[in-house]
């Protein structure tokens, strides 16, 4: 049997999915394909029933669909509910049910390169409430942390975030101005914002100048591997953490997902930031 599998989207011909689901589709050892299925807003119909023929296993969904894919679900799971996007797609007997897989494919990824770094003592700073922000909030707040704060130019757009976090983890609102002023209270500080990213790579969302030697500063920018704010970073001695692992482990549980397979992929992350590199 072949494993039916693709990725939505638009632009999404330089898409990474491709190379990382052929690597867990061998190291499954099953037979399977994933496509890229390309459409515009105004094709998008026919491109999810042309899916709905193929009988797909189990696709991707990324920007700008990820949350204009729900009209097209048969069932939701209650973390991209309360989200209001879904990122992975199973189909299940022939009904589709809608994932959001980006948060908790953040938090493994960094368990991963840092183990004891998440627990009832940790403080955890976000820059930005966009998309991403809300899923890898929402992933944070779940572990029960000591707290989990988030910086925002535009403030009213973060304190949207608060709802998905009540009941876990203390959080606050900040700007940028206090969260340079505190930053010597976070253990994490993680970057979702599109600022660093190619073509922009001079540009730097925060200074770090208060920043402790033993926080670890992540962004889930992954063009280039190394931005400015990673490499600010290691100049004030911090540790870092690259954006493409994220990238790697949320594919790894949307592939589990799909096949109830949980693979080991942590030789991947490298792999991946050589193709990177290029
Ligand atoms: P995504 O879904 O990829 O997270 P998004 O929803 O467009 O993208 O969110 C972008 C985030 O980057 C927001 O937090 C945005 O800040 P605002 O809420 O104030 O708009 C932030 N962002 C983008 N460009 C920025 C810039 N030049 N300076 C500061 N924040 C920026």
Do not use: C
């Not at 969904?61 to 309360?82: G, M, N």
Request: charged share 25%; glycine share 8%; hydrophobic share 40%.
């Amino acid at each position: 049997m072949t494993l039916k599998l693709g990725l939505i989207g638009h632009p999404i011909s330089h898409s990474l999915s491709p190379w990382i689901h052929a690597k867990f589709i061998d190291l499954a050892g099953l037979n399977g394909e994933y496509k890229l299925y390309e459409g515009n807003p105004n094709q998008l119909p026919d491109v999810l029933t042309q899916l709905k023929q193929n009988k797909i296993d189990g696709f991707n969904v990324t920007i700008p669909y990820k949350q204009v894919v729900l009209d097209y679900l048969d069932e939701l799971d209650s973390d991209a509910e309360i989200l209001g996007a879904v990122n992975t797609v199973v189909n299940q007997h022939g009904k589709w049910k809608g994932y959001s897989t980006d948060g908790e494919g953040y938090v493994r990824s960094i368990i991963e390169s840092f183990p004891s770094l998440l627990n009832k003592d940790t403080s955890v700073l976000i820059l930005g409430a966009g998309g991403a922000a809300r899923g890898i909030y929402r992933a944070l707040v779940q572990k029960r942390l000591k707290r989990v704060d988030i910086a925002n130019r535009t403030l009213d757009k973060a304190k949207e975030l608060l709802p998905l976090g009540k009941d876990f983890t203390p959080s606050e609102v900040l700007t940028f101005h206090t969260a340079e002023k505190n930053l010597s209270q976070y253990d994490l500080i993680v970057q979702t914002t599109s600022v660093g990213m190619k073509p922009k790579v001079q540009e730097q969302i925060i200074q770090l100048d208060n920043i402790r030697k033993d926080t670890v500063v992540s962004d889930i920018v992954y063009q280039p591997i190394m931005t400015k704010i990673l490499q600010d970073a290691k100049v004030h001695g911090a540790r870092i953490h690259h954006g493409h692992a994220m990238l790697l482990y949320q594919g790894q549980l949307a592939f589990e997902k799909w096949t109830g397979k949980k693979l080991d992929v942590s030789h991947l992350v490298d792999e991946l930031e050589d193709k990177l590199r290029g």
